[in-house]
C-alpha cells in the first residue's frame, strides 16, 4: 500500500481507504464487517470512512467494534454530519447546535475521543458559513476533530469557506471528498481545481460508478447478488446502468486485459493518477474485494491508455 500526503495537511493516508456506506449495519452482516476491516488492516489500508446517518447510525457502531483492538494512532477515522438523523427541526443541517451534537453522538457510537476527519456531508444554505466554519474550529480547539472538511460543495462554496477561515484566523477546511470517477468528472473543471488552488486533500467516494466500472452489468447482466436488484439501489444507480454506458464500459475491458489488471483495478488506478487526489474510498462486502481494490495501489496507467479511456468517455 502506498500513501499519500492529504494536501498540505501533514497527515498521510493509504490511496485505497474503506467506506461503509450500505455495507456495515445495511447489506452484509455484522461479522462480515469485521473481516472486510481486518482485511484492509492487513494490506496497510489505514482511513476508514462513515458517516452519522449510514444504516442511522449503526455503521458507525460497527465500524467502532471492528476497529475497537486496533491502536488509534495507528487508523485515520472520517464521519460527517449534515443529514437528518432524527425528527426534530434541530436534527439536521449544519447549525452549531447539529454539528456539535452529531460531533458528539459520533464519536460515542464509534468509540473514540477523536475523528481525524469531519466532513460537512453538503453545503447548508439555511446556516450562515461563519457559524459552520466557527463551529469546526472550535471543534478543532476541544480536540474532538483534528481535520474538517465537505462532501460535494462546489468550487465558489470551497472558496467562500477557506476565505472566510482566512479572514477571521479560522482553521480552514483541509479535505474534500467528491463523487469522482471516468463516468463522473464534471468535477475536474471547479471543484478539483479549487481543491488543487487551497492545498486541500481530495478522497473520492463512488470510484466505481456504484460497481458499474467493475464491469459486472456488461452486455445487459445483472448479477443475483448486485445491487442492481434492489429496488432503492437500482434507482440510485440508474443513471450509471444506461446502454450508453454500459457500451463505454465494455470497451474498457481489453485495455484491462492488456494491462493485466481488473476492471475495478482500473477505473481505481485511473482516479489515483491525479497527483493531487489523495485517496479513493471503496465499499467492500467481502474481504476479497478489499484485496483485488487495494491492489491498485501504485499501479500506473500508460499515457497512451489513458488517452484511449478519454476518447472512450469523451
Excluded at 447539529?98 to 475523528?115: F, M, N, Q
Aim: glycine share 8%.
Amino acid at each position: 500500500m502506498e500513501y499519500r500526503r492529504l494536501g498540505q495537511a501533514g497527515v498521510r493516508i493509504s490511496e485505497i481507504a474503506l467506506g461503509n456506506w450500505i455495507t456495515h449495519g445495511g447489506s452484509i452482516s455484522d461479522q462480515q464487517a469485521a473481516a472486510c476491516t481486518r482485511t484492509a488492516l492487513d494490506l496497510g489500508i489505514n482511513y476508514f470512512d462513515t458517516a452519522d446517518v449510514y444504516a442511522g447510525g449503526r455503521a458507525e457502531e460497527v465500524l467502532g467494534k471492528a476497529l475497537a483492538e486496533v491502536p488509534r494512532k495507528d487508523v485515520v477515522i472520517a464521519s460527517k454530519v449534515f443529514f437528518a438523523t432524527g425528527r426534530g427541526p434541530n436534527d439536521r443541517g449544519l447549525s452549531r447546535k447539529h454539528i456539535v451534537e452529531s460531533c458528539s453522538a459520533s464519536l460515542k457510537r464509534l468509540g473514540t475521543d477523536y475523528l481525524d476527519f469531519y466532513y460537512c456531508h453538503r453545503y447548508d444554505e439555511d446556516t450562515p458559513l461563519e457559524e459552520v466554519v466557527r463551529a469546526m474550529d472550535d471543534l478543532i480547539h476541544q480536540g474532538k476533530v483534528l481535520y474538517w472538511g465537505f462532501s460535494q460543495w462546489s468550487a465558489e462554496q470551497i472558496d467562500a469557506g477557506v476565505n472566510l477561515a482566512r479572514k477571521y484566523n479560522l482553521y480552514p477546511p483541509q479535505v474534500s471528498q467528491p463523487e469522482y470517477s471516468m463516468v463522473v468528472r464534471h468535477v475536474e473543471t471547479g471543484p478539483l481545481q479549487a481543491c488543487e488552488r487551497h492545498g486541500i486533500g481530495v478522497c473520492v467516494w463512488s470510484p466505481l460508478a456504484q460497481g458499474v466500472l467493475t464491469g459486472k452489468y456488461s452486455e445487459g447482466n445483472t448479477p443475483k447478488d448486485s445491487r442492481a436488484t434492489n429496488e432503492a439501489d437500482r434507482d440510485f444507480m440508474s443513471r450509471f446502468l444506461t446502454p450508453e454506458i454500459i457500451e463505454k464500459v465494455d470497451r474498457l475491458l481489453p485495455i484491462a486485459r492488456e494491462l493485466n489488471l481488473t476492471m475495478a483495478q482500473l477505473a481505481l488506478a485511473w482516479c489515483l493518477r491525479k497527483e493531487s487526489l489523495t485517496s479513493v474510498i471503496i465499499g467492500a462486502s467481502r474481504p476479497e474485494q478489499v484485496k483485488e481494490n487495494a491492489a491498485a495501489s501504485g499501479v500506473k496507467i500508460p499515457a497512451e491508455v489513458l488517452e484511449k479511456i478519454d476518447e472512450i468517455f469523451e
